[in-house]
């Protein structure tokens, strides 16, 4: 049997490869000339790097610009990077980030009403209609994820629960007698939700059948547990605040890879050494150039996250090019005793040793050597089992990770619980070295 699959904007979603192209370049010519003639920041950094506005016909065009990072973003801090006047903005969001200058983003009614459309196919990807009830616990305000999913929420037409993050009984009791049937908040919430039903005893009163997770990294191990835990399918999605917020990709029925929004936003994969652009199918740092945002088009922007693209058939009917789960960040990368880390690589043997997810990474540094602690949480039923093994589990993790990551790192099974949960993005690792100079 044919599976059923829902569009927001089936003709865009489903366009031709070459209809994408098109898009992209006129509306490519028409950013870069916007950005040139408004922006005094960017067009200083085409004029050094000697392109203008005719240099760029179309999307084989883009890699002549010049890249923007968020160092710019710190520089032109608060006005430099707009493109519009302020009195045609609405809006402005800003990162989580707690180092340094905030990333402020700005938008007008229309990039609003744009970006609003991206979450909308999200959610619809997600299964979402106007039956829904969709319950939105990311955070709300200067955050993007709140705003963005709910304005998505409502252009589907769900009855919209704008919680906002935190308090989890609150969450529970709207998601039990509102009967809740998708959830938008970050996969680690989730667990913690999972959780708390479970210890309450409430699953039966549960009516969600869908989740939309995304603002960090999460494993395929940790979708699986979500899915089993709260019955339901969990749909990744993807975004910046940078280049939008949530909904610049997202997952679709196939849930493997997701979407990116190709007409708004150019994808580029590039090696974040050497600045070169990655053919398609390698590995390399995310590039977003925004096509149709007036107020704040970044172009050529560096995520910092590391992906891979691929044009390969969706069987979601969706054309739009795919990217992997981020695999880490060319920044949040550890080096730990000179070797490279991801956090991912750790959870995923944390999780096949038939630990939890709930864990810590902390690195330190005595005299020139450098150490890693893994601290992770025992599940209640085995903590009470094998209380008298611990030692020996401990033992064997350290030894699955020498072997994933090539070092050794001091592993401590810690009681369930212990771990401090947290309501928004998890932090996972804490670096004690201060190598950076913030
Ligand atoms: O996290 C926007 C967002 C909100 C996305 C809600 C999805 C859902 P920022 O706070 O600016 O924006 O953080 C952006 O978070 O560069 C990635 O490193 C990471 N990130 C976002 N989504 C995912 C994901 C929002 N699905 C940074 N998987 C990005 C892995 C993600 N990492």
């Given amino acids: 049997m044919e599976k059923m699959e829902n569009y ?21 010519v028409k950013t870069v000339k916007h950005v040139y003639e408004n922006n005094t920041y960017y067009r200083k950094l085409m004029d050094e790097k000697g392109v203008t506005p005719d240099d760029i016909k179309c999307v084989d065009d ?9 160092d710019d973003l710190r520089e032109a801090y608060p006005y430099g990077l707009m493109s519009k006047p302020l009195s045609e903005c ?22 609003i009403d744009l970006w609003e459309e991206c979450c909308a196919r999200a959610i619809t990807a997600a ?3 106007k039956e829904d009830v969709c319950q939105v616990c ?67 009163k549960v009516k969600l059948k869908a989740g939309i997770f995304g603002a960090e990294a999460w494993t395929e191990e940790m ?16 975004g910046l605040t940078e280049i939008s917020g949530p909904g610049v990709a997202f997952e679709c029925s196939e849930q493997n890879g997701m979407h990116v929004n190709e007409d708004h936003f150019i994808a580029e994969i590039i090696d974040p050494k050497t600045g070169e652009v990655l053919p398609e199918g390698e590995k390399g740092e995310l590039v977003f150039t925004c096509i149709t945002k007036e107020a704040f088009p970044m172009i050529r922007y560096r995520t910092k996250d590391i992906c891979v693209l691929s044009r390969e058939k969706c069987s979601c009917g969706r054309t739009h090019v795919k990217m992997a789960k981020p695999m880490g960040r060319s920044d949040d990368m550890l080096i730990v005793k000179g070797v490279n880390v991801f956090p991912s690589q750790i959870e995923e043997v944390l999780l096949a040793k038939g630990l939890t997810s709930n864990y810590q990474i902390i690195v330190d540094r005595e005299k020139t050597s450098d150490t890693i602690e893994v601290r992770v949480e025992m599940t209640p039923e085995l903590f009470s089992d094998k209380i008298n093994e611990l030692s020996k589990i401990e033992r064997e993790v350290n ?6 990551i090539g070092i050794s790192a001091l592993v401590r099974i810690v009681e369930p619980k212990s771990i401090v949960r947290s309501e928004g993005k998890a932090v996972r690792v804490i670096d004690r070295r201060n190598l950076y100079n913030n």
């Avoid at 927001?8 to 490519?28: F, H």
């Fill in 8 to 28: 927001y904007q089936k003709e865009i979603e489903t366009a031709s490869y070459e209809q994408i192209r098109q898009w992209q370049s006129e509306r490519l």
């Fill in 62 to 70: 883009l890699h002549k610009l010049p890249f923007l990072t968020k």
């Fill in 90 to 111: 609405v809006r402005i969001q800003s990162t989580s980030g707690t180092t340094g200058k905030r990333v402020v983003a700005f938008y007008t009614q229309h990039d």
């Fill in 127 to 129: 299964g979402g209609t």
């Fill in 138 to 204: 990311y955070g709300y305000g200067l955050f993007t994820g709140g705003p963005g999913l709910n304005g998505g929420s409502h252009k589907v037409g769900c009855l919209t629960l704008p919680m906002s993050s935190g308090n989890t009984e609150r969450q529970l009791q709207f998601m039990t007698d509102l009967e809740a049937t998708i959830i938008c908040c970050t996969p680690s919430y989730a667990q913690y939700l999972a959780e708390s039903i479970e210890e309450k005893g409430i699953k039966d």
């Fill in 223 to 238: 979708r699986k547990d979500i899915e089993k835990r709260l019955g339901i399918k969990a749909y990744d999605i993807y």
């Fill in 399 to 404: 030894d699955a990770l020498k072997s994933m």
